[in-house]
């Protein structure tokens, strides 16, 4: 059974990748969002995680948290919106896909979030389920 490196990285290096993802796995995803996600966004760039098979740079699976500022009682919190969870197929069985949730669901604090939230697919439920989420359950630190 393979073993997974999860990453944060310059989501620049696997543009190509992520933009084969989206055609595979969200075929109504727009290319230009991609730029949009890296240089539009007011609240900030998107930051990306990356799953890799060990010793190898192909790319296994993908997630982004998209920053957003939203505003209750006066006060501003820093939101992150889980997105663009993404497994290759090939790599289904094996296991990357808990682990990716995971890993970007422990850096909450250290990229200073205030919550995560998401709207998961139904396919992606379970999962998100199975990493400590649960419907209309928002991620604190």
Known sequence: MPKFLVIQKDPQEYK???LQFWREYLPDTPPERFEWMQCGNPAGPAIWFF?????STKLAGTLSIMP???S?????LRAGILGDYMVSGEY????PALQILKT???HLSP?????????PNPDSTKMIQRAGLSAGMLLRH
């Not at 799953?51 to 010793?55: I, M, T």
């Not at 990229?111 to 709207?119: A, K, M, P, V």
């Open 111 to 119: 990229l200073q979030f205030n919550f995560f939230y998401t709207i």
């Open 104 to 106: 970007a669901l422990a």
């Open 16 to 18: 190509e990748e992520i």
């Open 51 to 55: 799953a890799c098979e060990e010793n």
């Open 92 to 95: 289904r069985v094996f296991g």
């Open 68 to 70: 957003r500022e939203l």
């Open 72 to 76: 209750c009682s006066g006060q501003t």
